[in-house]
């Protein structure tokens, strides 16, 4: 018994791994972060500060906080050859589909930082991939554009860094609006980690068995960008443009529940939360305060608003438990920055890349862990005897 609520260490029967990371109880819509409410951590805290207390378990104090930014720091620029890297793609390359082989590639630059049984290589390994994801992202989003890249400027936060290679252009000093990046590094603590999800288990049965920590994050980026997972806030945005205003929604509602229509609600539904997703209430709040700061007036919020309210009253959805979840109102905040769609979930891979790198190293530290190797239930052919192609 911890707190207000009973503490429920999770589904010991079908447990994937133990870990100290991460804890969810999707019936009350908790998430906690080694013991910290993700909305505490949203308000109060910054992103590095979430990294770090996700790799090393405590908040750090000032002090240790500068020593990590300052780390960090020193592996935001990308080998100068992976630029070239950058050039095999098509300008219209998916952004994931660049991720996801940069990433995967990163093992042939930093070989010194592939030995898994050497804990100062696991550690500059981890470092190395939460300074490079921002650089990766947005190089990408440049290549895209066909605007040329920039290069990273450590006197800047991390989330301002990254804006401003993603948004500035060598023709002109780039200001980086305080409020943009606020939001930026609230939406990046909001996705920074979340137990044993789809991509993060992906990751853990990579490393399982003992693959360089590039090629397991490159893994975990691959299961991300299905729909149904991290896709699901470049859908959810897609979807709310597709309605187009609050008359239709009635429409689509009518689709969701159709069994014989393949039409889901992006950006409802979780396979844990059966409550409100926790980080959607402060993605909601967050897109309240970025419109309003930008002054943007955009439709889709409203038909998102109004979204959510008629299926949190509908009874279909309320029998199903379906509650918006970490996707439904990111992409409006991402759309009033400025960013494409296409971008949503590489800003999704670039947060989750801290929560999966401690997931790594957690699994990988552990003296007593062994390969992943997942059983099935077999419901094929039972044994029988080979007949000759003649008498078939
Ligand atoms: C993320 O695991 C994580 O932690 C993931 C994540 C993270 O931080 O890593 O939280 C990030 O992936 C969030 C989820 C993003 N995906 C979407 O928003 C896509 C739309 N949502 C669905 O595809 C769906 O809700 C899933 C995939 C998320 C969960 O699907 P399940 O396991 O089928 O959900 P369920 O068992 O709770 O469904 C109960 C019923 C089912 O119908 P029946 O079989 O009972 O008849 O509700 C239906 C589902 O078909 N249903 C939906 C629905 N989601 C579930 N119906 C309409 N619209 C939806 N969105």
Redesign the pocket.
């Known amino acids: 018994q911890t707190g207000a609520f009973t503490f429920d260490p999770g589904f010991t029967s079908t447990a994937s791994c133990e870990s100290k990371i991460t804890y969810i109880d999707g019936d009350q819509g908790i998430l906690l972060h080694r013991g910290y409410p993700i909305e505490q951590l949203a308000e109060q805290s910054s992103f590095m500060e979430v990294a770090y207390l996700l790799l090393h378990g405590e908040l750090p104090s000032g002090q240790e906080l500068d020593k990590f930014t300052y780390t960090i720091s020193r592996h935001t620029m990308l080998h100068e050859q992976l630029a070239t890297f950058y050039r095999g793609f098509r300008r219209d390359a998916h952004p994931m589909a660049i991720m996801c082989g940069v990433v995967g590639a990163l093992s042939a630059f930093y070989h010194d930082s592939t030995d898994i049984t050497d804990p100062h290589q696991r550690m500059v390994a981890s470092h190395r991939l939460i300074a490079k994801m921002p650089t990766i992202a947005a190089m990408a989003y440049k290549y895209s554009i066909g605007q040329p890249f920039l290069y990273p400027d450590n006197s800047l936060s991390y989330t301002g860094n990254f804006l401003r290679m993603t948004f500035g252009v060598p023709a002109e000093d780039y200001v980086v609006d305080p409020v943009i990046e606020r939001a930026m590094d609230r939406i990046f603590i909001l ?1 920074a980690d ?2 044993q ?3 993060t288990s992906t990751v853990r049965l990579a490393g399982s068995s003992g693959a360089n920590p590039f090629a397991c994050i490159a893994a975990g980026i691959a299961c991300l960008w299905g ?4 896709g ?1 806030n470049e ?2 945005l897609n979807m709310l443009r597709e309605i187009g205003t609050v008359d239709r929604i009635p429409e689509y509602i009518a689709r ?1 529940k159709d ?1 014989n229509d393949p039409f ?9 939360y059966k409550n409100y997703d926790p980080r959607a209430k402060v993605m909601q709040k967050t897109a309240n305060e970025v419109l309003e700061k930008l002054g943007v007036d955009d439709p889709i919020f409203d038909v998102a608003r109004e979204l959510e309210q008629i299926a949190l009253k509908d009874d279909y959805f309320v029998e ?3 509650y918006p ?3 439904f109102y990111s992409g409006v905040i991402l759309s009033a920055i400025g960013f494409p769609t296409s971008m949503f979930t590489v800003l999704f891979a670039l947060a989750r890349t801290t929560g999966w790198v401690a997931q790594w190293n957690e699994m990988i530290s552990d003296p007593d862990q062994k390969i992943g190797r997942p059983r099935q239930l077999y419901t094929g052919a039972t044994q029988r005897d080979y007949v000759p192609v003649g008498k078939r």
């Open positions: 996705h979340h137990e999800n789809a991509s729909p149904a997972h991290g699901a859908a959810a969701a069994k889901r609600l992006m950006g409802f539904g979780h396979r844990v199903k438990k379906l979840n970490v996707d």
